[in-house]
């Protein structure tokens, strides 16, 4: 456990971050821009020395009110935003630089680590003759050469396009899934955190907002107005169950089967699912006649009224939560209330999971 | 023709040389103070070190002189410690022409400093290194321009030091007398050409090393910021 007891004041905004951090997997930091996520991280890191506070990680203080460790000495990986790669050396030399000094301390081996995030052609390259993709993957792979003991990310594909960060993600799958280091991953980008993480941690204003697990945040009305509206859905776990002859994956939930265009995924992998909520319509009854191939049913747990004409709708799909997107209106005229018994059709059904890319269903 | 006497250029270049050195290990410090400060102290530290760019060399020599003569608080003490003095002596020459070159050491380092920011060196601290360590292998490397131009500039404007070394050192041979002051001597007394080998000497001399300089300097492989 990674606990953290910190205020750091700035001339516009304060820090003040009260809160555990599990140890366990992908625990995303999320926040809009300005929500204080980087500095959080800055402040773990042991990089802001003018945070008060307390920061103790798995039993060993890094800070208290008598001192501050170090942050050479504190045994963090930190991949920047700007990957700071040192110009004056070379691929391996920037690797080297890391391995030289965690020597001794049970890290991963050079080779594995290169060939984990396929640098062995850019070894002997410079920084500056890397793409922003390549230069991600060197910094990722120079920090977990230091043998860390958790790693710290602040966006690491926010300064990527879409086609680097689909590049980048599956190794940030891999590491997760190797389960060896913790991660803590700043960002600003459902899509990366509804993918990557276990935990969420959402920041608002230098506080903490949330936390919870991300199917629990996710599936939170509450939570949506922190969200881009847009951008809110929940995620469900699911199983491959067959590739069927017309081309579509059949996908176990627990709520019932999911079709979706060949998601390419062996049968019986563990996939995970994200419903945006503004692609989930309901119906009171079982519709018949209609092109959507994603029918299920589910019961609601909660229904919210948004800002202006939006409602949102909490649902129990089999053991999973989703939300669904309605308007006011309809969430009147079809008297949708707790226990209410609906039908969720959804429109589109999103896949994230290592070497899958991302798959989107339409209805 | 006989050649006129050499040793003021040895003993300008020895100067130049140990000045160099000098400020580089005074300099590198104070260099760091100001790029990495937020003191309140910090404008004022500025306005000290450049201060011999806008001073008549005469002035800081004048000075100098009253601060190191043997009987100033300074020259006393180094009188009773080594039973010689600072002023008119070689010694004497180094610290004035230290003082006197500063601020071309401090503002070329401090801009590389500045330039370099703080990115490596946090990048170097999550990679294990101390400050000692991350001053080796991140900062120098990195400010090799800066530190060039700083060591090639302090030396140059040593070698054409004339008003403080007239006013702090006098004109004594193997000791005091520097090329300028012998050209000086050679002027007066109408010796020319004496004073135009000794001129066409430090100017030949002066332009190589800014050309090799120069050269070393453009294919540098390192380009920052």
């Known amino acids: ?363 | 023709m006989e050649l006129p006497d050499l040793a003021p250029l040895w003993l300008t270049l020895r100067l130049a040389g140990i000045t160099m050195a000098l400020l580089l290990v005074i300099g590198t410090p104070i260099a760091w103070w100001l790029a990495h400060s937020q003191s309140r102290l910090k404008p004022v530290i500025e306005a000290l070190t450049a201060l011999p760019l806008v001073l008549p060399p005469t002035v800081l020599g004048f000075y100098l002189l009253v601060m190191l003569s043997p009987k100033s608080l300074i020259g006393g003490a180094w009188l009773d410690l080594t039973g010689t003095t600072l002023t008119f002596s070689f010694l004497g020459l180094v610290v004035g022409s230290a003082i006197y070159s500063l601020p071309f050491t401090v503002q070329p380092l401090q801009a590389a400093f500045e330039g370099l920011g703080r990115g490596p060196l946090e990048a170097a601290a999550m990679l294990r290194a101390g400050p000692i360590d991350r001053f080796r292998t991140v900062v120098l490397p990195l400010s090799a321009r800066g530190f060039l131009t700083a060591a090639v500039l302090s030396f140059a404007h040593t070698l054409g030091e004339f008003g403080v070394v007239l006013m702090l050192g006098g004109n004594i041979p193997g000791k005091t007398k520097v090329i300028s002051i012998a050209i000086y001597e050679q002027v007066e007394t109408i010796n020319y050409a004496d004073a135009h080998v000794l001129s066409a000497g430090l100017l030949l001399f002066s332009f190589l090393v800014l050309l090799f300089v120069y050269t070393v300097n453009r294919r540098f492989p390192v380009s920052v910021g």
């Open chain 1, 1 to 363: 456990m990674l606990q953290v007891d910190v205020t750091l004041g700035f001339d516009e905004f304060a820090l003040a971050v009260r809160h555990d951090f599990a140890l366990s997997g992908v625990t995303a930091i999320f926040g809009r821009s300005g929500s204080g996520k980087s500095t959080l991280l800055r402040v773990i890191a042991g990089l802001e020395t003018r945070a008060e506070g307390r920061v103790v990680m798995a039993g060993e203080v890094w800070q208290d009110q008598n001192r501050q460790i170090a942050p050479e000495r504190r045994g963090v990986g930190y991949v920047f935003q700007d990957t700071r790669l040192f110009p004056h050396l070379s691929v391996r030399g920037n690797l080297d630089y890391a391995l030289k000094r965690a020597r001794g301390l049970g890290g991963p081996r050079f080779d594995d680590v290169v060939q984990a995030l396929d640098l062995g052609a850019l070894l002997a390259r410079r920084p500056t003759a890397l793409s922003g993709g390549e230069k991600q993957r060197v910094a990722i792979a120079r920090a977990l050469l230091t043998a860390p003991k958790i790693l710290l990310m602040d966006e690491p594909l926010a300064a990527l396009d879409d086609a680097r960060k689909a590049e980048i993600l599956p190794y940030l799958e891999r590491l997760r899934d190797a389960g060896g280091v913790p991660i803590l991953y700043v960002s600003h980008s459902l899509a990366e955190v509804s993918r990557l993480a276990r935990h969420i941690v959402v920041l608002q204003a230098g506080r903490v907002m949330r936390a919870d697990t991300a199917e629990a945040v996710l599936s939170d009305p509450e939570a949506v107005p922190m969200f881009d509206r847009r951008e809110a859905g929940a995620i469900i776990a699911a199983r491959v169950g067959a590739q069927e002859a017309d081309g579509l994956t059949r996908l176990e939930t627990s709520a019932g089967p999911l079709f979706l265009p060949r998601a390419g995924a062996a049968i019986g992998s563990s996939l995970r699912i994200r419903i945006h909520a503004q692609d989930v319509m309901l119906a009171r009854a079982r519709p018949e006649g209609l092109s959507a191939l994603n029918i299920l049913p589910a019961i609601v747990t909660e229904v919210r009224l948004g800002e202006g004409s939006d409602a949102l709708v909490q649902l129990r799909m089999g053991d999973d939560l989703i939300l669904a997107r309605i308007t006011r209106r309809s969430a009147r005229v079809m008297a949708l209330a707790p226990g209410a018994e609906v039908f969720a059709i959804l429109k589109s059904v999103a896949v994230a999971q290592a070497d899958v890319g991302t798959a989107t269903a339409q209805a």
